[in-house]
């Protein structure tokens, strides 16, 4: 390996060491929510946003050392679509606290980043070198630097159904014990000659910690809309992906499409995706419904990477281990 394959190796350890401290210390964040202690959540998440930016740094130079010291650009087999991934979705995190205060998401987003990267440098780690000559052509730039961005968003749209799911939850448990109370206090107003209480929709109200918690997150509605967004941007890319790939397979194997592994899975994430923006925009499926379809998108893409890539025997097994 090249000296610089090595301080690319050693960068990214260096980016995992900044997350885990980053992780170490929204946690703590999260549990200066539970114990309404302010001062300890605010030095919390500067050491948290300020980690990770050293993260994303550091993380940014070893992509980059990686693709000097291959040669090449830095996404030609799975350890590295998995550093690059993984960039693509912190930057998506720290992008969205522009104009709003998503830190809430820094826990669930930096915790897969460095679980995903502890998989890469342990188990997908290749060296850096070529790449075979089916890979050699400009579409591996094009076709498979989108599918990164792409599984970036949807990663971080994922997480954002999955805080949804929670936050409904709370929303629904919320309201069911203000009209329970409500019911039982109009006995007396209505003996007393006041209106009954109405039930209203508090944002994940409570007193119990996890309630604390929950208030500090937008309601589930807005949690939706931008999972939706992130879902819309990430679906065009996977689009284009697919796209991509089918003009490159012309020219490398003769055909468009042969229903390999790779393309029937790449075709099946498209198509739950399309299903997602086609039901929330025609009948109404917002809500659980909407989260569950984008979830069950990104299960998808997980196993049209790891399944597909690992298990499977198909003209796209370069981008395996080897």
Sequence with gaps: MTDLGQLSTLLVYGAMAAYAVALVAFAADLSGLRTRAPEARRKALGIAMTTTK?????????????GIAAGRVPWANMYEFSILATLVAVGIFLGLQRGRDMRFLGTFVVGPVLLLLGVAVSVLFVRADGVQPALDSYWLVIHVSIATIATGVLTVAAVLSSLQLVQERAELRAVQREAEHAAEREPELVTAGAPAAKATTPRGAGTGRASRLLRAMPPSTELERLAFRL??????????????????????????????PKETWSFIVWAVYAAYLHSRATRGWEGRRAAYLSILGFVCVLANYFLVNLLFDSLHSYSGLG
């Design 231 to 260: 879902n819309a941007v990430g679906f065009m890319l996977w689009t284009f992906t697919i796209v991509a790939g089918a003009i490159w397979a012309e020219h490398a194997w003769g055909r468009p499409w042969g229903w390999d």
């Design 54 to 66: 050293l993260g994303v740094v550091l993380h940014l130079a070893g992509v980059i050392t990686r």
